[in-house]
């Protein structure tokens, strides 16, 4: 009884092997592998298109949220620009909550960073030209090696903040906060343009003969707000 369902088997076993055999079977199989290498090929011809766009959208959580409290993105958005390279000159994002951002070597002159919150920050080796930080948290920050020339410091919190090896040649620090910072190697300080009410209490390796300019340009010791 068993006789006629193992003759259908055997049937289609050989079926089977003689397509296999069939020269289409191959050539649609050799049209599978070349449609993914074909699709592979768009994706990455198509690449530049897309980060295009990814930077586009970028820019638009940037500028819509200009002159806005919080973070509204701009945080994701300043650090992918910067991971890819694109310069973020003159980008303002003033008053923003930016605690935590991450903006290594960037090429960020002429920023508008005033009254943001940059709490533990990192600017390492950036480019901060001519930026303004007016009235901005950088308690924590990191700002070594960072280009910081011309760039305005006034009334800023730079309390326990790490300028070590920065360039602050026409850098402005009136009434700055500078509590604990760290100024060990830090580069043309005596062009500093202004530091009159600046507080420089507890300065971890000030250049010889910081303190002692500070002072004579208006700066205090005080270990109070």
Not at 3 to 28: G, R
Not at 30 to 59: E, N, T
Not at 107 to 115: D, G, L, M, T, Y
């Amino acid at each position: 009884m068993l006789t006629p369902v193992f003759y259908v088997s055997w049937l289609t076993d050989w079926a089977a092997y003689l397509l296999a055999k069939w020269p289409m079977v191959e050539l649609l199989e050799y049209l599978g592998s070349f449609s993914v290498l074909f699709a592979v090929i768009f994706y990455f011809a198509d690449s530049p298109d897309r980060l295009k766009q990814k930077h586009y959208q970028a820019w638009v959580v940037i500028n819509t949220a200009q002159g806005k409290g919080g973070n509204g993105g701009r945080i994701d958005a300043l650090q992918e620009l910067n991971k890819d390279g694109m310069a973020l000159i003159g980008v303002d994002v003033a008053q923003a909550y930016l605690e935590g951002l991450r903006l290594e070597k960037a090429k960020a002159r002429r920023a508008n960073f005033s009254s943001a919150d940059l709490r533990e920050a990192d600017f390492e080796m950036a480019g901060l030209e001519d930026a303004v930080f007016r009235w901005a948290n950088l308690r924590g920050a990191n700002l070594r090696g960072t280009s910081l020339a011309g760039s305005d410091f006034d009334d800023a919190d730079l309390f326990g903040a790490s300028l070590a090896g920065a360039d602050v040649g026409g850098v402005s620090l009136n009434r700055a906060d500078l509590r604990g910072a760290d100024l060990n190697q830090v580069r043309n300080w005596q062009s500093i343009t202004g530091i009159k009410g600046a507080n420089i209490y507890n300065l971890q390796h000030a250049p010889d003969g910081f303190a002692a300019w500070a002072k004579k340009m208006g700066a205090v010791e005080t270990n109070s707000n």
